[in-house]
T-cell receptor, first 109, second 115 residues
Framework: GQNIDQPTEMTATEGAIVQINCTYQ??????LFWYQQHAGEAPTFLSY??LDGLEEKGRFSSFLSRSKGYSYLLLKELQMKDSASYLC??????????WGAGTKLIIKP | GAVVSQHPSWVICKSGTSVKIECRSL??????MFWYRQFPKQSLMLMAT?????????EQGVEKDKFLINHASLTLSTLTVTSAHPEDSSFYIC???????????FGQGTRLTVV
């Protein structure tokens, strides 16, 4: 079966750096996405990786290793507004998005 | 990127009634739309894939007679929850994500509460 694993919850301090890991086992691979979702709202797009390596976008960076089935989302200079759930999703061979359960990130002052 | 408008954003209905949720693509012709359901503290679960001009493809365990999907045009897909029950209370979200897209575009979501 298809499976995406990410930690259920993480806590970090305002101003610090946090890394959220995601491992996946899917039938085929056509890209990996990271989304941010605040409670009661639709997910908002953060990043997309299809090739190995690091993609940097402001305070957020995303890394992909296809051989290891592994990705991480790195958030720098954490702000209180970054408190949210972070969803990892993989597009499989049928171009269908397979979603992880999400990581709830709690930011403390 | 594509803009997706979903309506209503929230709805409360009585048990046994039906509720229709609309998802419109405002600037993009969407041949395929995806309908998700999300229970509290859980991930997005794909319910069905809506295909313009043809029948929707439902995921295993999703009752097609209960969750009616209509995709009559390239810009509108609707999800109707028929004979709603309290256990249908959830967050329903539509999405566009073409094969070549590097982003999935989401509607605002609909919070359904069945009382």
């Amino acid at each position: 079966g298809q499976n995406i694993d990410q930690p259920t919850e993480m806590t970090a301090t305002e101003g610090a750096i946090v890394q959220i890991n995601c491992t996946y086992q899917t039938s085929g691979f056509n890209g990996l996405f990271w989304y941010q979702q605040h409670a009661g709202e639709a997910p908002t797009f953060l990043s997309y990786n299809v090739l190995d390596g690091l993609e940097e976008k402001g305070r957020f960076s995303s890394f992909l290793s296809r051989s290891k089935g592994y990705s991480y989302l790195l958030l720098k200079e954490l702000q209180m507004k970054d408190s949210a759930s972070y969803l990892c999703a993989v597009k499989d061979s049928n171009y269908q998005l397979i979603w992880g359960a999400g990581t709830k990130l709690i930011i403390k002052p | 990127g594509a803009v997706v408008s979903q309506h209503p954003s929230w709805v409360i209905c009585k048990s046994g009634t039906s509720v229709k949720i609309e998802c419109r693509s405002l600037d993009f012709q969407a041949t395929t739309m995806f309908w998700y359901r999300q229970f509290p503290k859980q991930s997005l679960m794909l319910m069905a894939t809506s295909n313009e001009g043809s029948k929707a493809t439902y995921e295993q365990g999703v009752e097609k007679d209960k969750f009616l999907i209509n995709h009559a045009s390239l810009t509108l897909s609707t999800l109707t929850v028929t004979s709603a029950h309290p256990e249908d209370s959830s967050f329903y979200i539509c999405s566009l994500a073409g094969q070549g897209d590097t982003e999935a575009f989401f509607g605002q979501g609909t919070r359904l509460t069945v009382v």
